[in-house]
């Protein structure tokens, strides 16, 4: 199975701040990376597909990159509803894998 | 716009079989395969398995053992079967689309389900 390691494992900021999440596979995905935002209590959101393309109906604020075994997700200025825990997944290869999840909490 | 809602048991004893139903509304069925995820309390997303409307299936085969997904095209709906659970399957599950795109082969889950909470607990 592919590893997904996303960094940092949580994350404080405050609203405004620019903020980056890492993901990192265990071996080359090319651009085969979702990422996606859950709320406590709530079912996981699309937000990003295919390394960089934005889901229909989500700000612009939020943005991927990446490609091969690094990517990251950039939120450019923190809302009070973007406070919530991100997960990236890998659709590459059977089975998905999903990474850890980063936490952003508000400062 | 589809719509994902989903049911079933929700406390389970070990070696008891988990059930639930996952029913889609307001799309095309048969033009997708539809996933099962779970997330165990406070921790990461686990991808079981997915089906589609002609009962193709692909299993992740950390559990391929114990799931069995089907499906009933004439009520737009799939379902998850997990046999002999014990505590480590107690998790919230959810239903998903696997959003595929054949030509670059990129997939994504959207949109979820709710999600049911399912306890193994003697």
């Known amino acids: 199975d592919i590893q997904m390691t996303q960094s940092p494992s949580s994350l404080s900021a405050s609203v405004g701040d620019r903020v980056t999440i890492t993901c990192r596979a265990s071996?080359?995905?090319?651009?085969?990376l979702n990422w996606y935002q859950q709320k406590p209590g709530k079912a996981p959101k699309l937000l990003i597909y295919a390394a960089s393309s934005l889901q229909s109906g989500v700000p612009s604020r939020f943005s991927g990159s990446g490609s091969g075994t690094d990517f990251t997700l950039t939120i450019s200025s923190l809302q009070p509803e973007d406070f919530a825990t991100y997960y990236c997944q890998q659709s590459y290869s059977t089975p998905v894998t999903f990474g850890q999840g980063t936490r952003l909490e508000i400062k | 716009q589809v719509q994902l809602q989903q049911w079933g048991a929700g406390l389970l004893k070990p070696s008891e079989t988990l059930s639930l139903t996952c029913a889609v509304y307001?799309?095309?069925?048969?033009?997708?395969?539809w996933s099962w995820i779970r997330q165990p309390p406070g921790k990461g997303l686990e991808w079981i398995g997915e089906i589609n409307h002609s009962g193709s299936t692909n299993y992740n085969p950390s559990l391929k053992s114990r799931v069995t997904i089907s499906v009933d095209t004439s009520k737009n709906q799939f379902s998850l079967k997990l046999s002999s659970v014990t505590a480590a399957d107690t998790a919230v599950y959810y239903c998903?689309?696997?959003?595929?795109?054949?030509?670059?082969?990129?997939?994504?889950?959207?949109?979820w389900g709710q999600g049911t909470l399912v306890t193994v607990s003697s």
């Open positions: 071996q080359s995905i090319s651009s085969y």
């Open positions: 307001g799309g095309s069925f048969s033009g997708y395969y």
């Open positions: 998903a689309r696997t959003y595929r795109v054949v030509v670059t082969a990129q997939d994504w889950f959207d949109p």
